[in-house]
């Protein structure tokens, strides 16, 4: 089985795929990040996102999409913005039949670490460890979507 993370942006959009061999061992699929200009407008900052997305789902085809929900305190343009993009990631995993699943930040550094209010840092190292990868991936954005997919990962394993 294969699960997309998404930390989901306009500028920024971190993907990352893990498989679950048939022990429940997790391995790295794919990571890394989807880039729009922002001096472009919304419309083909958004079509870039839907584009890009679905050749990754083509290529890497996953069964089950975990994607961070929203949580902004202040500036609401900026979630306005992350908003659509979400419902572009949704879309695509509907359109592509992929079991989607939404987690808080709180959850998935609760899931990854063990600690709802653990750092940045904490949780990308975590990612590291769970994965057994030599380094933390990079960007941070592809850190935080493989922090999803293992959050998924092991929110299915309890509900079994």
């Not at 202040?74 to 592509?96: E, F, P």
């Not at 949780?123 to 293992?150: F, S, T, Y």
């Amino acid at each position: 089985m294969k699960i997309l993370g998404i930390d989901p942006g306009t500028g920024i959009l971190g993907f990352g795929v893990i498989g679950i061999d048939a022990r429940g061992k997790l391995q790295l699929v794919d990571a890394g990040v989807i880039r729009t200009p922002v001096n472009q407008p919304d419309s083909d900052r958004l079509f870039t996102i839907y584009d890009e997305l679905k050749q990754i789902i083509q290529e890497t085809k996953p069964q089950v999409m975990a994607v961070e929900k929203l949580f902004f305190a202040q500036n609401v343009t900026t979630a306005m913005s992350v908003s659509q993009a979400r419902g572009v990631v949704l879309l695509l995993g509907k359109q592509h039949d992929l079991e989607l699943h939404e987690y808080t930040p709180l959850q998935i550094k609760q899931a990854v670490t063990g600690y709802g209010k653990a750092d940045k840092k904490q949780v990308q190292e975590m990612v590291r460890v769970i994965l057994g990868l030599g380094a933390v991936p990079k960007p941070d954005d592809a850190a935080d979507a493989l922090a999803a997919a293992i959050c998924c990962s092991m929110s299915r394993k309890a509900s079994a």
